[in-house]
Structures are given as C-alpha cells and as structure tokens.
C-alpha cells in the first residue's frame, strides 16, 4: 500500500477532474454544441483530467519526497471549501453578489490585503466580470 500523500492527493485530484468532465456532460445543448453552455465546462474539465494525469506522472517518475506542511494544507482546504460555498450559493444568490463575498473573503483568508482594499478590489473584479460578459459576450448570468 502506497502510504505517501502525493499519491491520494493526485489520485482525488484525477477522480475531482473526472467528476467534473461527468458533471459537463450533463449540460444540455439546445443549438450547436460550441456555442452551448457545455462547451467550455467540458473542455476545462476535460484539460484538468489531462493535467491532472501529468502531474501525477511527472511526480511518481521522479520519485521526489514532497514535504506538507500543515499550514499549505490548511490553506488548499481552506480555499477549496470556499470555491465549494461559492458553487452552492450561486442558485440562491445572485452572482455578482456571491462574487464579491467569495473574492473578498479569499483575499482576507490569505491575508493578502486590508478589509477596505479587499472589498475595493473584490467590488472593482465583479464590475469589470459584469461588465465584459454582460456587455461583449452578451451572457446572462445565473
């Protein structure tokens, strides 16, 4: 049994990214496949399974130790469970509004910038995503 946690962090990572590609596939196409909403979902997804397996090759092939230190794992759960929250307040919440509290709690919970410039930055982020995708790529949001 492989005890190294390299290898159940590639091995969740492949099967997360393989989930996703499922997930993607279960978006309806009502026109033409790429101009629907399965299109870009499907091929992320589908890069993130390819990666995924590059990563792990490219570790197990160079059989290097890896060192965790408790504070990065806190760090990636951390995150990752907000990008979890986020996904499950997007139907409740409108986006721009689910989009300034997951961006401006992100840049508190790594401690990069103060409250005021944390929301500033998160306020000026979720205008200009409105902005573009509403106005140019003409794509309504949930």
């Given at each position: 049994?492989?005890?190294?946690?390299?290898?159940?962090?590639?091995?969740?990572?492949?099967?997360?990214?393989?989930?996703?590609?499922?997930?993607?596939?279960?978006?309806?196409?009502?026109?033409?496949?790429?101009?629907?909403?399965?299109?870009?979902?499907?091929?992320?997804?589908?890069?993130?399974?390819?990666?995924?397996c590059?990563?792990?090759?490219?570790?197990?092939?160079?059989?290097?130790?890896?060192?965790?230190?408790?504070?990065?794992?806190?760090?990636?759960?951390?995150f990752?469970?907000?990008?979890?929250?986020?996904?499950?307040?997007?139907?409740?919440?409108?986006?721009?509004?689910?989009?300034?509290?997951?961006?401006?709690?992100?840049?508190?919970?790594?401690?990069?910038?103060?409250?005021?410039k944390?929301?500033?930055?998160?306020?000026?982020l979720?205008?200009?995503?409105?902005?573009?995708?509403?106005?140019v790529?003409?794509?309504?949001?949930?």
């Open positions: 049994m492989i005890k190294s946690p390299a290898f159940y962090f590639y091995i969740g990572w492949i099967a997360v990214s393989i989930l996703f590609v499922t997930q993607a596939m279960r978006i309806p196409v009502y026109d033409e496949f790429l101009s629907s909403g399965r299109f870009l979902p499907l091929v992320l997804s589908f890069l993130m399974v390819v990666f995924s590059i990563l792990a090759y490219q570790h197990f092939k160079s059989l290097e130790d890896v060192t965790y230190e408790l504070s990065n794992s806190f760090y990636f759960f951390g990752i469970s907000l990008v979890f929250v986020y996904i499950i307040l997007i139907p409740y919440v409108p986006f721009s509004i689910a989009t300034l509290l997951f961006l401006c709690i992100s840049f508190l919970f790594f401690r990069t910038l103060s409250i005021w944390s929301f500033l930055l998160s306020l000026g979720v205008v200009v995503i409105v902005f573009v995708f509403q106005t790529f003409q794509i309504v949001f949930p």
